[in-house]
């Protein structure tokens, strides 16, 4: 997410901070290229010709030009203007009774995953939310939203086989929310591949009869230039209250995230990285101004950890860890931690200096986390508990049985092995989580959740 902006930005950055002296040029030269980098990654022409107006008239202001350090002035300047254009402070939603939220936006947006997402959200905060299926168009719509409230154990309202009043709907929905105890009613509607007049009259319908609190437009961030116009119709025709974004893990640019709020006045509420229910997060504007120009978000990436990690697990892992009895059992329940936390290049991009650990993500993908997984799931639980029994007939049929190469097979033990060695070496232990603490050097020790860095599969 934003790492075409980050990377464009780091480099334009640097140089300002390289100047001892900051002059009327040297602005001009930097607000050029990051006019560049904001339109490279889909930021609206007209959002980014106003933004670097700004920063620019601070950034040649007398108090930048007589400072001691021009160049970190100008950085805090960009900043504290790229906060404000993300929203300012966070803002929540309005769930003062009756709680009604209508999700809307075009086809494949992800409006009914991110129904189900947010009342997951909402359900582990406390309330007691309720689905209510308003999509009467789309195949199969009623019977996903189904699966996610079952998945998720929330009430949901389907319609009868063929109804299309979704007025009608709604009216049937708020008897039966009535009796199902619930506090929060989310409504997930139709969509189109492009809004027209027929889908605005719908909306508008839904909207006027039953007064929602929230009216969330839920788009996809890589759709760039498109998502402004999209945001911009809906909020005049039918009143937005905030945006979702979603897919932001799988967008470079993210540029529609810096339009939508301003071109609509209307805040961003929530984004979503990645496809589990759980991958739903408050949007806070100055922590992700604080991501785009590389310097984390320790605080969102501490807030996942305590809600996906179990304080007692993580204390007995590191215990045996010091003791050097970390084994399979031990490296399958750690991976099963990272795991919850979200994708992985998420969670690397809320480590200051993300930039410099490009690739790292690539190494670690998915599908290769899940090869590893495959291996230590095909040991006898004799195997996992005692690494030392893996002789050469135990791995031949570990590899058959996860699907690996014997090549794949070894190197993951021998690279286990090295893990486990250095263990024992509080002196390399000291010294790796110093290069895990500051600068983030990865080179020849190992990455995030113990994995050593050089497996390659």
């Known amino acids: 997410m934003f790492s075409q902006l980050s990377d464009g930005l780091e480099g ?8 001892g002296k900051i002059s009327e040029k040297n602005v001009a030269d930097a607000m050029r290229e990051v006019r560049m980098a904001l339109l490279e990654a889909d930021v609206d022409f007209g959002v980014a010709k106003d933004f670097i107006a700004k920063v620019k008239e601070e950034a040649l ?21 790229l906060v404000e254009l993300l ?3 966070a803002a929540p939603l309005d769930l003062n009774p009756p709680a009604r939220i209508v999700m809307c936006g075009l086809n494949g947006a992800g409006k009914t995953t991110t129904s189900g997402k947010l009342a997951l959200r909402l359900k582990k905060d406390g309330r007691k939310p309720l689905l209510v299926a308003c999509d009467l168009y789309r195949p199969a719509a009623v019977e996903q939203l189904a699966t996610l409230a ?27 929310a009535e009796s199902q105890g619930g506090n929060v009613m989310i409504f997930d509607t139709a969509g189109r591949q492009e809004i027209d007049a027929e889908l605005v009259k719908e909306l ?20 760039g230039q498109q998502a402004v116009s999209v945001a911009q119709h809906f909020h005049d025709e039918v009143g937005v209250t905030g945006i979702v974004l979603t897919k932001l893990d799988g967008d470079a640019r993210g540029g529609a995230a810096l339009s939508m709020r301003q071109v609509t006045g209307r805040p961003i509420k ?25 310097m984390g978000d320790v605080v969102g990436l501490v807030e996942k950890a305590a809600e996906a990690i179990d304080e007692e697990e993580a204390v007995r892992m590191a215990k045996r860890m010091e003791k050097a009895t970390f084994d399979f ?25 993300a930039g410099k650990l490009k690739g790292m993500a690539g190494a670690l993908d998915e599908g290769k986390l899940k090869r590893v997984e495959a291996i230590v799931l095909s040991m006898t639980p004799k195997e996992r508990s005692r690494p030392e029994l893996l002789n050469g007939k135990r791995r031949l049929r570990i590899a058959r049985g996860s699907g690996n190469s014997i090549t794949q ?4 033990l021998r690279q286990f092995g090295q893990m486990r060695k250095m263990m024992k070496s509080k002196g390399k232990m000291k010294k790796l989580m110093a290069q895990m603490g500051g600068g983030m050097d990865m080179g020849g020790g190992m990455d995030m959740g113990g994995l050593p860095k050089g497996m390659k599969f």
């Open 12 to 19: 334009v950055f640097k140089k300002l901070k390289g100047q």
């Open 329 to 353: 059992n031990d490296f399958l329940a750690q991976m099963k931690m990272m795991q919850k936390l979200g994708p992985l290049e998420g969670i690397l991009g809320m480590l200051p200096g």
């Open 150 to 176: 079952g998945e998720i154990g929330v009430p949901v309202y389907r319609p009868e086989p063929g109804e299309k009043n979704v007025v009608k709907v709604a009216k049937k929905a708020l008897a039966w």
């Open 270 to 294: 929530f984004v979503g990285e990645g496809e589990k229910l759980e991958n739903l997060d408050a949007f806070v504007p100055g922590r992700m101004a604080e991501r785009i120009l590389g």
């Open 204 to 223: 508008g319908k839904l909207c006027d009869f039953l007064k929602p609190k929230e009216t969330l437009l839920v788009a996809d961030a890589a759709t």
């Open 61 to 81: 202001g007398e108090k930048v030009l007589k400072s001691v350090t021009p160049g970190q002035q100008i950085v805090k300047i960009f900043q504290d203007a």
């Open 87 to 89: 929203g300012g402070d």
């Open 409 to 412: 097979v070894n190197q993951f």
